[in-house]
């Protein structure tokens, strides 16, 4: 029972560039061990279709963003709590093939295909958007219960992406809204350089979050739909 226990916590807003993580070489080998592993089984079709996808891109930040365009809109995905049960690879292939599901089948779906494109991936449960129910004072409920996928880039660090449509996660994250310049000086596929200053992000001068994306408490899970089976929450 948490009735009548008080929660309090800070939270910073971080000054993520599009451009840093477009130049952002590969995350450290043993980062990339733990979290571009895959479940087994995965389908060749998988593997086929995360390449479609982000072919063409030139860095593994715009192979990102294009995965998150692809669910969120360019897929015809549809938002739906009513889909039928399952988990495993059997579960991930229906979800692509029916095109639709819900926020947890969207968030592991794309940290997936992100792993496929050598991209460390996790996906992250948490809340969404809160009630205000007074002067500086918000609620969150189990109605607010979201997941979505955070992507490593070195330099900047675990980046929220959200894939799952508009019509439930609203605007998507405003660095993967920035058209990128010319990439001709950028590292396409680039190898880690070892150094640890490459697995520490610059934070610069953050203000205060205000998005409820950033001001939620949020548990983390290795991605993987053999481990774990979604949940019918928003």
Known sequence: DTRGLDYHLSA?????APAAMAAAPAASASLRERFTDLPEGVPLGVE???????????????????????FRKGGGFRYDLKTRPGNGTDALVAFLDERVG??????????VMARIEDIPARVVVGFLRPDRIGPG??????????????????????????????????TAPPYTRVALPGTSGLPSVSGPTNLPSDELPDRGSSAPATSCWRSTARWCCCAGWRSWRPRPTP
């Open 12 to 16: 910073r807003r971080l000054d993520l």
């Open 48 to 70: 086929q279709l995360a390449n479609q996808i982000t072919a063409g891109q030139p860095t593994r930040f715009q192979k990102a963003t294009a995965l998150q365009q692809w």
């Open 102 to 111: 819900y926020c947890e089948q969207f968030a592991s779906a794309m940290a």
């Open 137 to 170: 004072t918000w609620e969150y409920s189990s109605h607010d219960l979201h997941a979505w996928v955070e992507l490593y880039f070195p330099g900047s660090g675990w980046v929220l992406f959200a894939p799952t449509p508009a019509s439930i996660s609203g």
